[in-house]
């Protein structure tokens, strides 16, 4: 085990034990939810727009499941605010991976990618681009 995975675990369990904006918005442009079955993971996001309707102002999050899942919550969380509606349509499973540190196994995949596919697919319904369901990360 190299130093740098062991302090991403500590960054991991850090953000699972003190989520960074954890909780609900008050007035949201949109909110989604989304869960992970296999692990059992549920998340919300609720994404505010700055007044351009393009930018993200602030977010807000909450769920339950595993260390993985509510890490990635936390930590993406951080660093939506400022991004474009397509930038975050624009971020991939190897973004997801790469906030918590690069080492999730493939078993964890789905767990570290469930908070970035809430947000995108929460995005697409906004924008008209998908039907209003919830997101399930079945295979």
Do not use: W
Request: negative net charge; contains cysteine.
């Amino acid at each position: 085990m190299s130093m740098g995975s062991d302090m991403y675990r500590q960054q991991i369990l850090d953000h699972y034990k003190n989520p960074r904006n954890y909780g609900e918005l008050d007035s949201p442009t949109f909110s989604h939810l989304g869960h992970n079955p296999s692990c059992g993971d549920e998340i919300e996001f609720d994404v505010e727009l700055a007044e351009d309707g393009d930018t993200i102002e602030s977010v807000a999050f909450h769920g339950e499941g595993c260390a993985i899942s509510q890490a990635a919550a936390s930590l993406l969380g951080q660093q939506l605010p400022g991004m474009t509606l397509a930038e975050v349509q624009e971020l991939d499973r190897d973004d997801a991976v790469e906030l918590l540190g690069g080492d999730i196994s493939p078993m964890r995949i789905k767990c570290a990618v469930l908070a970035e596919k809430v947000v995108q697919d929460g995005t697409e319904i906004y924008l008209g681009d998908r039907d209003d369901e919830t997101t399930s990360l079945e295979d």
